[in-house]
C-alpha cells in the first residue's frame, strides 16, 4: 500500500511556534498532497507537490518532499489558534487514473493560547 | 469559490432503512468522490464518477450504490443500513484532468444508524 501515515498523530504547541508533521509513505508516488480538516468539518486542500519537486511554499506553510526516504514534512510557522484542526496526507501513484488517492489516518494540531 | 454542498450535515436513520445522502457542486467539475471517515481508519473512498452516469469502486463499496444522473449532483445510498455504517460521509469533487489533484470536499455528513 502506498498510504501515507502522518506523524505524530497529536501535536500541542503554544501559539506563535513552529508546527511540524512529518508523512512517510510505502511506494512510488506521482504526487503527495496536504490537506486541512477543522473538526467536524470537510477537507481543505492545502498544497499539493510533485515528485519532481523538493520544496514547496503557500504563505506560512512549506512543504517538503524525499523521494529517497519516501517522506514529507509540513511545516505551518508562526501558528496562529486558526490553525488547530487535523492535517492528513495524501498520496497519489504512478498510474494516473487507475491508482487511488489514499489519505493517511492525520495529525491533530492544538495550538495553545 | 468551488463549493460543494451535503444535503444534511446530521442524520439519524434506523437499521433496515433506505438512505440517500445528496451532493451537489457547482463547479462544473467532471469528478466527484464519496468517502467515509472514521476515527483511526482516516478517509476511505467508497465510489467515485468521472462522467455522468459513470461510477467506480472504491476501497470500501460494498453496502452502498451510487447514482449520478446529472453532472453537479452525486448520491450515495444504503440500500439497507447499519450500525457499521455509522460514520462520517465526506462528498468531494475535482477536475476531469485533475481526477486526484486538489478534491474540493464538502462539509460532510454525520450519520447515526440505530
Known amino acids: 500500500s502506498q498510504q501515507g501515515e502522518e506523524d505524530p498523530q497529536a501535536l500541542s504547541i503554544q501559539e506563535g511556534e513552529n508546527a511540524t508533521m512529518n508523512c512517510s509513505y510505502k511506494?512510488?508516488?506521482?504526487?503527495l498532497q496536504w490537506y486541512r480538516q477543522n473538526s467536524g468539518r470537510g477537507l481543505v486542500h492545502l498544497i499539493l507537490?510533485?515528485?519532481?519537486?523538493r520544496e514547496k511554499h503557500s504563505g506560512r506553510l512549506r512543504v517538503t518532499l524525499d523521494t529517497s526516504k519516501k517522506s514529507s514534512s509540513l511545516l505551518i510557522t508562526a501558528s496562529r489558534a486558526a490553525d488547530t484542526a487535523s492535517y492528513f496526507c495524501?498520496?497519489?501513484?504512478?498510474?494516473?487514473?487507475?491508482?487511488?488517492?489514499?489519505f493517511g489516518k492525520g495529525t491533530r494540531l492544538h495550538i495553545l493560547p | 469559490d468551488v463549493k460543494v454542498t451535503q444535503s444534511s450535515r446530521y442524520l439519524v436513520k434506523r437499521t433496515g432503512e433506505k438512505v440517500f445522502l445528496e451532493c451537489v457542486q457547482d463547479m462544473d467539475h467532471e469528478n466527484m468522490f464519496w468517502y467515509r471517515q472514521d476515527p483511526g481508519l482516516g478517509l476511505r473512498l467508497i465510489y467515485f464518477s468521472y462522467d455522468v452516469k459513470m461510477k467506480e469502486k472504491g476501497d470500501i463499496p460494498e453496502g452502498y450504490s451510487v447514482s449520478r444522473e446529472k453532472k453537479e449532483r452525486f448520491s450515495l445510498i444504503l440500500e439497507s443500513a447499519s450500525t457499521n455504517q455509522t460514520s462520517m460521509y465526506l462528498c468531494?469533487?475535482?477536475?476531469?484532468?485533475?481526477?486526484?489533484?486538489?478534491?474540493?470536499f464538502g462539509p460532510g455528513t454525520r450519520l447515526t444508524v440505530l
Open positions: 511506494t512510488s508516488i506521482n504526487n
Open positions: 468531494a469533487s475535482s477536475l476531469f484532468a485533475e481526477l486526484y489533484n486538489e478534491q474540493f
Open positions: 507537490i510533485r515528485s519532481n519537486e
Open positions: 495524501a498520496t497519489v501513484g504512478l498510474r494516473d487514473r487507475d491508482d487511488k488517492i489514499i
